[in-house]
């Protein structure tokens, strides 16, 4: 008995593969995405990891060096680590880098993911949006308090801007899949609900940013399937008019938020800063001034405190004490700047310069060339508003879309050889 036993885990062990690694750790990653930090934590190890030990690493670079895409998000990466040496915080520059090294997934899932695992992956990660969206309404109409979050903040496993900026991504593919001739009507009914669901948690939830940029990628949306005619102006305006009234009028949590933003822009008009919106004007601010000295190359990877400081410093805007302690110790909330004072008007033009390649990517399958295009419009405008690329939920979603379109592109070249190693 313990013989056969042993004999059959060696035969069962000998049958996995690299591949099957990879596809089931990838499923399970995306499912985890919206709702679990370790095991996404575990996965941005694991792969790299599995995909080093694969081997023909000579042939991985080959396929790099083919895609323009990976060849721009690799000159980024390489600008943000020069950035480094000329930094004076070195500390904090190798924990932002950190997160950039969460980036060898794309190259992971573009080199050795297969093509066809692409729609059960979307599927999976909408599943764990479901699963986070099952929790977030327990804990709006107060049934259970998971993480012990309140009514007020239902946002289960992350903040309130990142988890808007999921529920913005999640609305539109569902709408996407609305608009496609792909689905059945069973199907299509289906996403009409989940779509609705998601749509009602976006506006419930604190975070603004997301719902401008669920507002910028409608538009987007709209105009991909419709072209840009009046039919689509049409569409859009009445979509976005019935979805922005309606919360106003039946979410009174947002009207509240969205009286607070017409009230933060007063401020600022007045020159008060100490508010969500004046704050990131504050930033606006304090890098247009900083960045004078140093246009080109910025001030390193880990200085945007002491940039910060010494601008506030002179207080050449007259900043209140409260705006003061704030952008001295905290994150600038705009990843553009953030890149800008890092690594200066190089690293924002390598940054654009990857966005363009993502965006021009050939993408035979028509409805992931638009659920591409409706990723890159939600990410470019909420990062007007978070410094997402150092969060660890938001710059997984990056990686994974990513990752994804990538692979679906016909940039990897179609005669791939066998990496695989048993």
Not at 53 to 58: D, I, P, V, Y
Not at 136 to 152: E, H, M, S, T
Not at 179 to 205: E, P
Not at 357 to 364: C, D, G, S, T, V
Request: aromatic share 18%; charged share 15%.
């Amino acid at each position: 008995m313990i013989l056969g036993s042993k004999e059959k885990f060696l035969e069962m062990f000998r049958s996995v593969t690299y591949e099957k690694l990879f596809y089931f750790g990838a499923i399970l990653f995306a499912f985890a995405l919206p709702i679990s930090r370790s095991i996404v934590s575990f996965f941005i190890v694991t792969l790299p990891i599995l995909w080093f030990l694969q081997g023909n690493l000579k042939h991985k670079m080959t396929l790099i060096r083919n895609s323009p895409a990976l060849i721009a998000i690799t000159l980024f990466l390489i600008a943000q680590c020069v950035s480094l040496l000329y930094s004076e915080d070195i500390e904090e520059g190798l924990n932002l880098m950190r997160m950039y090294a969460y980036w060898l997934v794309i190259y992971v899932m573009a080199i050795s993911f297969k093509k066809e695992w692409i729609t059960t992956l979307i599927s999976s990660f909408l599943y764990g949006m479901l699963v986070s969206e099952i929790c977030a309404y327990l804990i709006f109409f107060d049934i259970y308090a998971v993480k012990g979050k309140l009514p007020n903040d239902p946002n289960p496993f992350m903040g309130h801007m990142t988890y808007s900026m999921f529920l913005a991504f999640t609305s539109l593919l569902l709408l996407n899949r609305i608009f496609s001739k792909h689905y059945t009507r069973i199907q299509k009914l289906f996403f009409v609900l989940f779509f609705t669901t998601v749509t009602v948690n976006l506006f419930i939830s604190n975070g603004r940013t997301g719902q401008v940029a669920f507002l910028a990628a409608l538009l987007v949306t709209v105009i991909v399937h419709f072209r840009f005619s009046w039919k689509s102006l049409i569409i859009f305006s009445f979509i976005s008019l019935s979805i922005f009234a309606g919360a106003y009028k039946f979410l009174p949590h947002f009207e509240v938020r969205a009286n607070h933003a017409i009230s933060d822009i007063k401020g600022i008009l007045d020159g008060r800063f100490y508010s969500s919106w004046g704050l990131r004007s504050a930033y606006w601010l304090i890098t247009y001034e900083a960045i004078k000295e140093s246009p080109l190359i910025g001030f390193g990877m880990g200085d945007f405190r002491l940039v910060a400081q010494s601008v506030l410093e002179k207080n050449p805007y007259n900043f209140s004490q409260d705006v003061i302690k704030h952008c001295e110790i905290n994150f600038y909330d705009n990843q553009y700047l953030m890149v800008l004072v890092q690594s200066g008007f190089i690293g924002l033009a390598l940054m654009v310069y990857l966005f363009y390649r993502l965006f021009a990517l050939k993408i035979p399958d028509k409805e992931l060339k638009e659920l591409s295009i409706i990723f890159i419009t939600v990410i470019m405008v909420a990062f007007l508003a978070r410094h997402f690329w150092f969060r660890q939920f938001g710059n997984t979603l990056f990686v994974f879309m990513t990752g994804l379109i990538i692979l679906a592109s016909s940039e990897i070249p179609k005669q791939k050889e066998k990496i695989e190693k048993d």
